[in-house]
């Protein structure tokens, strides 16, 4: 995990470190992949959670009900140090800070709920 306290070198490596710490129910690694005072909101739900700490708090909630996050941007617009990342399930605006890493500044989530078991 070495990688995520660096930090993401890129918009997509941000993406797929995010998907990590969905897999692996990190909060900890997750919050730390926002910029402080950045926003995290996810389309099924009223609210949004603002700064790391408050992401920090939301993000058991995220995992909760067999949702995940599948990493897959299908466009990343660049202009120096800010990007979007647009996705299937995700927009987000990421910005490069001061020591080179890629945190992101606003993420709008639709999450998929997986089926623990098959339908008949």
Known sequence: MAAVTQGARTPEELEALFE???????????????????????????????????????????????????AEPRRVLQARDTALVVADRAISVVRRGGDGAWRYTIALLSLDSTQTKEEP
């Open 20 to 70: 990590d710490a969905f897999v692996t129910g990190d909060s900890e690694a997750l919050s730390g992949m926002f910029a402080e005072g950045a926003v995290l909101a996810i389309r099924e739900g009223p609210d949004a959670a603002r700064g790391t700490e408050e992401i920090a708090r939301l993000a058991p909630a995220l995992w909760a009900g067999d949702r995940t996050y599948i």
